[in-house]
């Protein structure tokens, strides 16, 4: 029931035949504003679609707003401006009956018009916000504050400043899931965000400590994605987080320093996702202290060593109990995922024999694992794994 409305319209290429005033030119609309700001403001954004409903009539319609001021003037807002209409046409409106999963996804942001007190009522009630680039590079963003249903929020490259103490912002009330892209976090300082559950970050501009962290009560997934993981340490100590169902650290290089292991120490989750380019024997420490772990997922990516030669390394590591700490990785994990960008036939079965072997080797310790998931192809990596190992009886079998 959502959709844009410039693009429905432009569908009709004979135009539209209007039973209702087929020659009005001009619908003109003066109102005074209510005295609470977003009071029956749902008549607003069908009004502007309205105009986009006649745009290849016989009779294009021109819509003129006027509002009345505290000061008891009007006040005046071309809805016809190009800018207006790209904004408007962006707004994802249902059809018919209230609104509801009122959504904005744009990539063109014009703070004169969205920031205008004749759009703000429309933002009162978006529950989807996605802005997806910005013209001209980083523009601020401080339309949050009139956010006051907001579900979900996604943007790429926002500079969005920090909030005074007095200011209030409804959407850590209702927000559900978040994704800052080439964004800055430091707003977020002291906040607590009570129905957020998914967080994605992707490579945040954090810089210093928070002075109070942010609690994500209600979070069970965190994506942060970040070239060398740099700022995943002043992240973790900045964000107080619960113990999370996932937890995906994704990274070009897959480096992790000691002040990246010390904050992946503080990090607890049930399922957890690296990038490996590399044999990482800090890693492996790492993981043998993750008693919460259930599923470990990894993507083994060409480095150093060719991805078969590397999986067969970590493998053997994931058998063997360190002879100090007399535990292995993830003592407790039930499911292993495997996904390689490209391994040819021979070095699959290599793979596969390691993988038995691994479970094996395991059993006979005392750590039971499930089943073991391989991808030998990313192009792969969304559809059922190819390969699935099996501990049924003490015996590893391929699932049907």
Not at 60 to 86: G, I, R, Y
Not at 189 to 217: H, I, M, Y
Not at 326 to 341: E, I, S
Request: proline share 5%; net charge positive.
């Amino acid at each position: 029931m959502k959709f844009d409305w410039r693009e429905l319209f432009r569908k009709s290429n004979t135009g539209w035949r209007c039973t209702i005033c087929p020659s009005l030119r001009i619908l003109e609309l003066k109102y005074q504003r209510w005295l609470r700001p977003g009071d029956n403001d749902d008549f607003l954004p069908p009004l502007y679609a309205l105009s986009y409903s006649r745009e290849k009539a016989a009779t294009p319609l021109q819509l003129q707003v006027h509002c009345k001021s505290s000061l008891n003037s009007f006040k005046s807002w071309n809805s016809t401006l190009p800018q207006v209409k790209q904004a408007i046409s962006c707004l994802e409106i249902p059809q018919h009956g209230q609104i509801t999963q009122f959504s904005l996804r744009t990539r063109v942001w014009n703070n004169a018009v969205y920031e205008n007190a004749f759009f703000v009522p429309i933002l009162y009630h978006l529950q989807i916000l996605e802005i997806f680039s910005f013209s001209g590079g980083r523009q601020v963003l401080n339309v949050l504050p009139f956010c006051h249903e907001l579900r979900e929020l996604k943007l790429f490259f926002a500079y969005i400043p920090p909030l005074a103490h007095d200011v209030d912002l409804p959407l850590v009330h209702t927000l559900q899931k978040l994704s800052l892209i080439n964004s800055t976090l430091a707003w977020m300082d002291g906040l607590v965000f009570t129905q957020l559950q998914r967080f994605d970050v992707d490579e945040p501009d954090v810089f210093g400590a928070f002075k109070q962290k942010v609690r994500l009560p209600a979070c069970t997934h965190i994506v942060f994605k970040q070239r060398e993981l740099g700022s995943l340490p002043v992240f973790q100590s900045n964000f107080d987080l619960p113990l999370l169902d996932t937890c995906e650290l994704l990274s070009a290089r897959g480096h992790l320093d000691e002040r990246v292991i010390s904050a992946l120490q503080m990090i607890h989750a049930k399922r957890f996702k690296f990038d490996i380019l590399s044999p990482s024997s800090r890693l492996l420490e790492l993981l043998e202290s993750k008693d919460e772990v259930e599923q470990l997922d990894l993507e083994i990516i060409a480095g150093t060593a060719s991805p078969a030669e590397l999986a067969n390394v970590i493998l053997s590591r994931m058998s063997v109990a360190n002879h100090i700490t007399m535990k292995v990785p993830c003592p407790n994990m039930k499911v292993l995922r495997l996904q390689f960008d490209y391994i040819r036939g021979g070095s699959r079965n290599q793979v596969s024999q390691s993988c038995r072997q691994m479970m094996n080797s395991r059993q006979l310790a005392g750590y039971f694992l499930e089943k073991c998931y391989i991808w030998w192809d990313r192009g792969d990596w969304k559809k059922d794994a190819p390969l699935v190992l099996v501990m049924e009886n003490k015996v590893v079998r391929v699932s049907s």
